[in-house]
């Protein structure tokens, strides 16, 4: 009898035992769900944060392309106001020696040319920062590709004298597309740039465009130091970059592609490094 209550407090002990393990392996369950969804929830936030650095660094970029549109119009006014002047008084100085010193002409003809092309050079640096600075955000312009790609040149045409040479190769026939002349410039000015600063000391940059039913192909090559194989997949990701800290944001090819697929084209690149790299423009033409 005493050795059947004591087997029965023994099972009622091991009952509650087993349920309180039960209990503590449902509650460690439950934590461990707990400490998962934790986990889940913390990368989410972490990704939400990194998702939101990177849309900041986007509009800080958008906002700083924009201030220096709205800068460059500025100078171009302010260039165009003198350079109006030099030219009413370069007419004025042309009349005078016409009427009252003809026999001085010839002599006076050489510097008279040379103040003309000093005034066309910054007419077209101008002309270029114009067309950079549209603030159109619509895509309804008619894009006359090979002047825009000229526009961008000029524009970078300090960084290339004496160092580069540049060849281009364009088709007899103008061809125009339907699109944002401003952003396209954007593109052009991003991708040249890209070219003259792979080139350490001197080099070259070849342009070439070639039309092909609907299709307008802009190749732009470059015999800088090139992109290696690892990197080839990567550069039109947003904030990749191979450049120094500080030198470069890895989002002007990011902006371009996007630019260039509004334009319902395509962009995309061959690369050795140490040969070079070319960057290949599709668009659809009128």
Known sequence: MIVSERTLEINNVNAKLHSINEELHTANTELSNANNNLEVQKNELTYMLETLSKTQ?????????ASIGILAAGV?????????????????????????LPEHIPNVNVLIEGIETGITRASNIVTSLNHFSRQNTKMDEICNIHAIIDNCLVMLQNNTKHRISITKEF??????????EGKLH????????NAIQAIVDEGKIAITTIAYKNTLTIKISDTGYGINAENMN???NPFFTTKEPGKGTGLGLAISHRIITDHKGELKFRSETGKGTSVYIYLPIL
Not at 171 to 180: A, D, L, P, R, V
């Open 57 to 65: 660094d986007q509009l800080i970029e958008s906002e700083k392309m």
């Open 234 to 236: 990567k550069i039109i």
């Open 186 to 193: 954007q593109v052009f000015l991003n991708i040249l740039s």
């Open 76 to 100: 171009a006014h302010e260039i165009n106001n003198p350079l109006n002047f030099i030219q009413a008084g370069l007419w004025g100085l042309q009349n005078y020696f016409e009427e009252s």
């Open 171 to 180: 088709t007899k026939e103008i061809y125009t597309c339907h699109g944002n």
